[in-house]
């Protein structure tokens, strides 16, 4: 059976995948794994940014998806595309790739105690969100869905690290193509 791959990013604990991988397991029905490998990213370092260019990530992450569902990568690093300052992550609608930054995800970003409970949790709407663009979800107008767009932790904060009945549904048909 074909499963949805956790790709670690950088150098960092995959413990902190540990809770995550069940979540996705669960929103979207299939097996979730940890790859025992990692992707340096330096190859997609901007100096003129100190930030990583998502999309030359998600290139260079396609060929772990030739046996896999989906890839998600994690990434350590900071995350962006051209017109924005940064983002949470970035995904190719219909699949098979994603990547999902915790970089901005950590309370230490903003000068604040560390919250490794927070962190996890707002990973794991962020790994829900980005796989759900792999299965052709869109954003959703519902704030509490893991799908709702966020452009700050706030945001995230107030979703729920699963999908709202209707999106849950969608993306279960998406999950039937495979
Ligand atoms: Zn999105
Ligand atoms: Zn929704």
């Known amino acids: ?50 930030q990583y260019h998502s999309s030359e990530i998600l290139q260079a992450i396609q060929p772990y998806a030739s046996c896999a569902w989906r890839v998600l990568g994690v990434a350590a690093v900071d995350l962006y595309i051209p017109i924005l300052t940064f983002v949470f992550g970035e995904a190719q609608m219909g699949g098979p790739c994603a990547v999902v930054s915790f970089h901005r995800l950590m309370q230490e970003f ?34 509490s869905c893991a799908m709702a767009p966020s452009h700050a932790v706030e945001w995230i904060d107030l979703k729920q690290p699963t999908l709202c009945a209707n999106c849950q549904s969608r993306a279960l048909e998406g999950v039937g193509q495979r």
């Open 110 to 143: 903003y000068g604040l105690p560390q919250d490794v409970d927070l962190l996890i949790d707002r990973l794991i709407k962020e790994s829900v969100h980005e796989v759900g663009h792999t299965v052709d979800l869109t954003h959703c107008d519902d704030y």
């Open 1 to 50: 059976m074909k499963m949805l791959e956790l790709l670690p990013i950088g150098s960092f604990d995959v413990r902190l995948l540990h809770d995550v991988a069940p979540a996705l397991a669960d929103a979207f029905r299939v097996p979730c794994h940890i790859l025992p490998v990692r992707v340096d990213p330096e190859f997609a370092f901007h100096p003129e940014r100190q």
